[in-house]
């Protein structure tokens, strides 16, 4: 189940309204529909099992178990924060940082960066390829001076 919830495949039962005139059978059960608002695919199936079947074979085929848009959690840094690292899943390596390059999931630029790093006297090493971060150095304080 958790694996469909973090994937966002919904399935969910389906009713009709019926006949107006006998409120017993005003709601009626049609269907289990399985939904990705992602990929915007829909369908129904008579059972939760099939439902459930499909919603997993959608989330395997279209979505990788390990990431969410390649983005895949890779713990939090003291001074970077929460990092975040390119799915390994999902597509090849980086070939300039062989995949070890992190992204700080706080900062949306690399000058955002560089500019709380310095009020540590640190300064971000980025990858070539990937432009993630790669190392955490000090700040010679003789060039800086
Ligand atoms: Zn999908
Ligand atoms: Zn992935
Ligand atoms: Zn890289």
Known sequence: MSLLNQQRVRVAATYAYGDPWSPATSKQFLAWTVFCPCCAFGSAFPTWLQAMAAGLLHAQLFHCRFCIDRQMPAGRDDVLGELYERCPAC???????????????????????????????????????????????????????
């Open 91 to 145: 597509g090849p390596a980086c070939e300039d940082c062989d995949g070890i390059a992190v992204y700080p999931a706080n900062y949306d630029t690399p000058a955002d960066l560089a500019a709380d790093l310095e009020t540590f006297k640190l300064a971000a090493v980025f990858c070539d390829g990937c432009h993630g971060v790669v190392a955490v150095i000090p700040l010679d304080p003789e060039v800086y001076a």
